[in-house]
Every structure is written in C-alpha cells, then in structure tokens.
C-alpha cells in the first residue's frame, strides 16, 4: 500500500511541478507587441531539475519491482527444490506402504502446483504494475507536451497575427501619408 502512495505522490509532484511551470509562464512579465513572455531562467531550470529528478525513481521503483519478482521467483524455486526433496526422503521412507506414497505425490504434486501459481501471479503482477505505471507515465508526460506545444503554438500565432496588425497599419499610415502629399497644392 504504501509503494502505491509513494507513486501516487510522485505523480502528483510531477503534475504539480508542470503546473507552477505553467504559471511561471502565465504569470510572466509580457513583451510589448507579442506575445512573448519574459521567465526567470534560474526558476525554470530548478524546477525542470526538480522533474528530471523524480523520473528516475519511478523508473528505480519499476526496477525494485523487477526485481522482487526475480526474487520470489528464485524463493519460490528453492521452496519447491526444499519441498522436493523432502518429498523425495519421505518417499524413500515409506515405500513399503503404498497409501503413504500415494498420498506423498498428491501433496508433493500440490505443493508445486501451488508454488508455480504463486510464481506466476507475482510474476505477472510486477509486470502489469510495471506496466502501468509506464503506461501512466508515457501518457502524462505525452499529456503535458501536447499543452506545451499548443502554448508555444498559440504565443507563436499571436505575435504573427500582432505583427501583421502592426505592418498593416504601418503600410496604411505610409499610404495616408502619400495621399496627403499628392493632395497638398
């Protein structure tokens, strides 16, 4: 429970940290005729460090993961090697009554079903929390691009859109001026 809560939290501090990224650019200060937006640089850069830095755990979580998988796996294998043998002796020892042996390699054939479904739930349950939590994180990073792109798009569009306006009325002003000339007698 508590692995979940550390990876919900760093989601939230990933999401959290694009967000203040967000304001810094909403809320700086604006260039006259565009669109541009002046930042602190410092302030961006600690904070894109602070994102590059949260990264890395998830992926040292997924690997965590992995490898408690690879370790039950191998405990799960020496139980069964254990039990195994252990089968085998008592087999040895009771061989002279055939129920007792019956009875033996039922439960010997019991004890490795179990130990293999074990193995394999693990197993497939570190992948797919693996998984997920790549998934997630692929997709919110892809997320926050998208936003990023649509705002360096829209900034992009105002200042053309500013500087055509102003080269429009600079051209209109040119040609009210030369009519105003051609005008004068």
Do not use: C
Request: proline letters at 1%; glycine letters at 2%.
């Amino acid at each position: 429970m508590r692995e979940n809560y550390e990876v919900t939290s760093r989601r939230i501090e990933i999401t959290g940290l694009v967000e203040v990224l967000q304001e810094i650019i909403d809320d700086g200060s604006r260039m006259p005729f565009s669109k541009k937006v002046m930042v602190d640089k410092e302030e961006i850069v600690n904070i894109l460090d602070e994102i590059v830095q949260v990264i890395p755990e998830d992926l040292r979580t997924a690997q965590w993961v992995l490898s408690e998988k690879d370790r039950i796996l191998t405990e799960a294998k020496t139980e069964y090697e254990r039990t195994k043998a252990e089968v085998d002796r008592m087999m040895r020892e009771k061989l002279d009554n055939h129920d007792i042996v019956k009875e033996a390699n039922i439960k010997a054939q019991e004890i490795i079903n179990k130990a293999q479904t074990e193995a394999k739930l693990v197993k497939l349950s570190a992948r797919d929390y693996a998984d997920s939590l790549l998934s997630d994180l692929d997709a919110e990073i892809k997320e926050k691009n998208q936003q990023m792109m649509m705002n360096f798009k829209n900034l992009f569009e105002g200042f053309v859109q500013e500087y055509n306006k102003n080269f429009n009325d600079t051209s209109n002003t040119i040609k009210d001026n030369i009519k105003e000339l051609r005008d004068m007698k």
